[in-house]
């Protein structure tokens, strides 16, 4: 039987997990990301892969950093075959991609070479890409730069937000992985390099790149508003108060007023003037220390005294 460590971390790597452990196929070892702490109260809790691992009974291992440590020895002794990852979060040493009698493999969530790193899903949709999709990839020591195994993609619709592709990507990893084993393990396969001349990255999203900025067109700030949510999610500063915002429309209004400025408050949305003479309608916030709230809700609370004309956003924005 085929011997497979697999390691991830994330909610994404859950049903390929699974999706192995229900194979014909032995998963020997996972590998995660240690135990965190996680909300106001800072409970130390088990990664999602982690979760699952445990409820099948199977050897988990947790290195802080797996380059040198005692549980990598461990896992090149247990002799796998081959090593699946899907957003594990770590590189791998070289000793341990070479162990392997078929080498090391990963899921990733993007049609490579465009996206290398670690938020793929978030740049898609913050890019306006119409399309994304999963490719399995040889690992090597330089990130997301291993030969293409096989692709698959998946249109971006209107209703997608991180959340949503990120659970859709994760069944597409799930059936392309299926699909990739038997002829791997066949030596059925011819991979494919990546064209370094096309090559994009998506590094981890940084704090500043959370607030909007009101110059881009309504259009762009919406994929802002969807590539961030539900999370961090986006925000813009008004009353001086940070106010998240959950859901916004682009309209077709054209406007002469400054990008940040309220041009209109009516009962169904907040009117924000965008770059390039643009109008979005704000219909979901959640101001600070609130739960989120319709817009409307907002007006007739704490925002009631946004005033058209108003200018919303930090300095410089």
């Given at each position: 039987m085929?011997?497979?460590?697999?390691?991830?971390?994330?909610?994404f790597s859950?049903?390929?997990?699974?999706?192995?452990?229900?194979?014909?196929?032995?998963?020997?070892?996972?590998?995660?990301?240690?135990?965190?702490?996680?909300?106001?109260?800072?409970?130390?809790t088990?990664?999602?892969?982690?979760?699952?691992?445990?409820?099948?009974?199977?050897?988990?291992?947790?290195?802080?950093?797996?380059?040198?440590?005692?549980?990598?020895?461990?896992?090149?002794?247990?002799?796998?075959?081959l090593?699946?990852?899907?957003?594990?979060?770590?590189?791998?040493?070289?000793?341990?991609?070479?162990?392997?009698?078929?080498?090391?493999?990963?899921?990733h969530?993007?049609?490579?070479?465009?996206?290398r790193?670690g938020?793929?899903?978030?740049?898609?949709?913050m890019?306006?890409?119409?399309?994304?999709?999963?490719?399995?990839?040889?690992?090597?020591?330089?990130?997301?730069?291993g030969?293409?195994?096989?692709?698959?993609?998946l249109?971006?619709t209107?209703?997608?937000?991180?959340?949503?592709l990120?659970?859709?990507?994760?069944?597409?990893?799930k059936?392309?992985?299926?699909?990739?084993l038997p002829?791997?393990?066949?030596?059925d396969?011819?991979p494919?390099?990546?064209?370094?001349?096309e090559?994009?990255f998506?590094?981890n999203?940084?704090?500043?790149?959370?607030?909007?900025?009101?110059?881009?067109?309504a259009?762009?700030?919406?994929y802002q508003?969807?590539?961030m949510?539900?999370?961090?999610?986006?925000?813009t500063?008004?009353?001086?108060k940070?106010l998240?915002?959950?859901?916004?429309?682009?309209?077709?209004?054209?406007?002469?007023?400054?990008?940040?400025?309220?041009?209109?408050?009516?009962?169904?949305?907040?009117?924000?003037?965008c770059?390039?003479?643009?109008?979005?309608?704000?219909?979901?916030?959640?101001?600070?220390?609130?739960?989120?709230?319709?817009?409307?809700?907002?007006?007739?609370?704490?925002?009631?005294?946004?005033?058209?004309?108003?200018?919303?956003g930090?300095?410089?924005?």
């Amino acid at each position: 039987m085929t011997k497979i460590i697999f390691m991830g971390t994330p909610a994404f790597s859950v049903p390929i997990l699974e999706a192995l452990i229900d194979s014909e196929y032995q998963v020997v070892a996972v590998v995660t990301q240690p135990d965190r702490p996680v909300g106001r109260k800072k409970t130390l809790t088990a990664s999602p892969v982690k979760a699952a691992a445990m409820q099948h009974n199977l050897p988990v291992f947790q290195p802080e950093k797996i380059s040198g440590s005692p549980e990598m020895e461990a896992l090149i002794a247990l002799e796998p075959d081959l090593i699946v990852t899907a957003a594990f979060g770590q590189f791998l040493p070289q000793k341990l991609l070479a162990a392997p009698k078929y080498g090391a493999i990963n899921v990733h969530a993007s049609l490579l070479p465009k996206y290398r790193g670690g938020a793929p899903v978030h740049y898609a949709l913050m890019q306006g890409e119409k399309e994304t999709g999963v490719s399995i990839i040889y690992m090597e020591k330089k990130m997301d730069a291993g030969d293409i195994i096989l692709q698959k993609s998946l249109e971006i619709t209107r209703d997608d937000d991180v959340g949503t592709l990120f659970d859709r990507l994760s069944l597409l990893g799930k059936e392309l992985l299926m699909e990739t084993l038997p002829k791997l393990l066949a030596g059925d396969i011819t991979p494919v390099k990546q064209n370094e001349a096309e090559v994009t990255f998506s590094p981890n999203i940084k704090r500043e790149e959370e607030e909007v900025d009101w110059t881009k067109t309504a259009a762009e700030v919406d994929y802002q508003v969807r590539g961030m949510r539900p999370w961090p999610v986006a925000y813009t500063v008004a009353e001086g108060k940070r106010l998240k915002l959950w859901d916004v429309t682009p309209t077709e209004e054209k406007t002469t007023a400054s990008p940040g400025v309220i041009v209109r408050i009516e009962k169904d949305g907040l009117y924000l003037a965008c770059g390039n003479q643009t109008v979005v309608k704000i219909n979901e916030v959640q101001p600070a220390g609130r739960s989120k709230m319709t817009i409307m809700a907002f007006l007739t609370g704490v925002g009631s005294q946004l005033k058209v004309g108003e200018k919303v956003g930090s300095n410089g924005n």
